[in-house]
DNA sequence: AATACCGGCGAGT
DNA sequence: TCATACTCGCCGGTATT
């Protein structure tokens, strides 16, 4: 089962103040370049409906909705949409015995052993976790269900919003195969191109083209895996994974081709240092992210070789990385510049140091 | 020749 | 012109063993 929660943001935004309902709802990340500047993190099924998308740059949202001067624009409040999530996520992990929080607003329950592998008990509790998150939270959430995630994802997909759809296992094949291409979970914009080159234009396509001809233009693992979610074949467990990454990143005031270290990756290197001590990880990889004014990303990682979780550590390392790399974008011919740029912290160990292992020091 | 690491890219919310 | 902030996964190249 597939469980996810409409137009997330915005509908949150709808919770807290009921009167927005009805008119155009656009949940904004402000980069603080210009006051209007930034990009739609999402907006509500009206204005949705009016030509705004996520991703869209906030000017243009303006703009689509310049005859709606009851349109809202609201900036992203993170803390209070966390909150609502985390309510309605421990209640569904407390559903099944297998379950996978794959976003902020989506959820995948491995419910066979709670219906028995019966697909009718299935839906049933479908029905009753839509009530559940209604009454709890006043909030509308989409269940899809099917035989394992890449056919529930696309059952949730196609039932939005406030919908619920069991695809059976005998239903797979028809409900996949008249897709476009470019719906197929997993196929973006680029992915799309290349097979519409190759003559693939829908699922059923897919799912019957020359394999190794797959493999040979997308590779050995990518060409066969995009086959078989063509064919509704998906082994992936429903399983919580741990973190293996985190980072923070920034929109500069100005392109820039140089700026200060120390006033902008402090923040940032504090925000990934106090999240590292809440989880009790240290790291042991440090890296940077720039964004260029082509929008192109460049990183930089660095293996540290020693584990930390430290503020001024990081800060340092990623100062360092910096440095070499505006030296290394230099000698390629007249330098770059640079829009937003980040702190990224991975290759992670927990910390035994403070709590158990001083124990085992007076032990030893 | 296998494995590790790096940087880029793609996809998703 | 207008273009956020994340996370995860794969690919291909290069370095290491």
Redo the contacts with the bound molecule.
Sequence with gaps: MCVDLDY?YAQCEEVRNPSIKGKPVVVC?Y?G??E????V?TSNYVARNLGVK??M????AKKALSKYPEAVFLPMDNEYYDSISNQIMNNLRSKSSYFEQ?????AYLDITNESSGDYSKAYNLGKEIKAEILENENLTCSVGIGPNKLVSKMAV?STKPDGLILISPEEVQVFLESFPIGK?????????EKLRSLGIETVGQLASFDRQVLAHH??????P?LQDSARGIDERPVRE?E?????????LKQNANSFNFQDVLRPLAKDLSDKLLAANLLCE?I?IIA?TSQ?????????TGSLTSSESEILDVASSLFQSFFSDENLELGGVTI??V?I?VASFVKNITDSKETNLRDFL
């Design positions: 997330f990340v980069s370049r210009t209007e500047s930034g990009a993190s996520s991703g740059p906030i000017a243009f794959s976003s902020i607003d989506e997909d197929l979970f997993g196929i973006g914009p680029k992915t799309e997308f590779g050995e693992k990518l060409g895996q994974r973190v293996e990454q985190f980072s923070r990143i920034v929109t990889s890296g964004i929008l192109k990303t460049k990183t930089r990682v660095r293996k829009r937003r980040g990224r």
